[in-house]
């Protein structure tokens, strides 16, 4: 991972809400808030991961940077560049700057057409000419990508989960795109193969100088391929933080409750260690709880989270934090007053 330097993508209060209609009329009578007011930006050469359970909105999140989806309000900034509400027209050329890894490498590949029409397709949509030939580019690319070149005119069915996604891989990276935006790109591989293809990602990024987005919901993944990581909760942002912060001190109580279920293999670290299990069921994006949308399931909440939404405010340390009693934080570094809403 390169060191991060300028923002590549910037998010203000990004929201995407899906109409709920009724009757014949497809009257509104309501709507799915899968987004609800994110902020974040990307920095040039890192990777963000963005974290949480099914359901959060962190796969809608990164159709809506790619602008696969309309954002219903807020901002979209792109080298500075506003693409919120960008034509169809005006994104074309910015689909060489952007692209997506899919979670599906069975679903995602075409199975009528070869690896080499799959992976040479951005070159004949952007009408983009190589040096040599679109063939030779397209089998230089599935050599980086850890597969054989004489593979061009194979079909998808011929490879097993771990090569299809190698081949999406490569897709993405055709027309050599500055921000990736990876979801979910493991979740559908086995164990074995997950590791092959996280390091995979890292070459690239190394070599490639890329942007990385990570949406997963494997900590443990995220753990290793991240700078810095977004924890989201029903469709906010509850914490921000640089990859050690997070795991070594995590301050939001749901970032904790995540963190105590991922598996450790080594028999004393898990020694002392607490499983937090969550009571009741994600509430409803369609009617979200008020205030903190997280305290219908908190041990830690009180009446103010019941009334006030907390900001992610940034601490004295860096740390972005939703919360009015955030764990493992210092009291110098809480802000304001609260501070004093610090347990001792």
Same mark, same amino acid.
């Given at each position: ?108 590949? =075409? ?144 970032? =904790? ?88």
């Amino acid at each position: 991972m390169s060191e991060p330097s300028e923002s590549l993508l910037s998010v203000q209060g990004l929201e995407k809400h899906f109409p709920i209609t009724k009757g014949l009329i497809k009257r509104q009578v309501g709507a799915v808030k899968a987004v609800d007011g994110l902020d974040f930006e990307v920095r040039k050469g890192e990777t963000l991961g963005l974290v949480g359970e099914s359901g959060c909105g962190k796969t809608t999140t990164g159709r809506l940077i790619t602008r696969l989806l309309e954002p219903t309000g807020g901002k979209i900034l792109f080298e500075g560049r506003d693409i919120t509400h960008m034509s169809q027209g005006g994104l074309r050329p910015l689909r060489r700057d952007m692209q997506m890894i899919f979670q599906d490498p069975y679903s995602s590949l =075409n199975p009528r057409h070869t690896v080499g029409a799959i992976v040479g397709a951005p070159y004949r949509i952007q009408g983009v000419k190589t040096e040599h030939g679109t063939k030779k580019a397209v089998q230089d690319i599935l050599e980086l990508v850890g597969l054989n070149p004489e593979h061009y005119n194979r079909y998808p069915h011929e490879f097993s989960g771990g090569q299809r996604q190698r081949i999406g891989i490569a897709r993405t990276l055709a027309l050599r795109p500055k921000l990736i935006i990876a979801d979910e790109p493991v979740s559908a591989l086995d164990v074995s193969i997950q590791a092959q293809v996280v390091n995979l990602l890292e070459d690239l990024q190394n070599e490639l100088d890329l942007t990385y987005v990570v949406i997963a919901h494997d900590l443990s993944v995220v753990r290793h391929i991240s700078d810095r990581v977004a924890v989201m909760y029903l469709g906010k942002i509850v914490e921000i933080a640089d990859r050690k912060g997070l795991y070594e001190a995590p301050m939001h109580p749901y970032t =904790n409750a995540l963190l105590s279920a991922v598996p450790v293999p080594d028999v004393k670290g898990r020694t002392g260690r607490e499983r937090i299990r969550l009571q009741g069921d994600v509430p409803s994006p369609i009617n979200p709880p008020p205030a903190c949308r997280f305290h219908t399931r908190c041990w830690k909440a009180q009446e103010v989270c019941k009334t006030v939404e907390p900001p992610l405010a940034e601490l004295a340390t860096g740390h972005r934090v939703a919360c009015h009693f955030p764990e493992n934080a210092p009291k110098d570094a809480v802000p304001g007053d609260a501070a004093t809403q610090v347990p001792a």
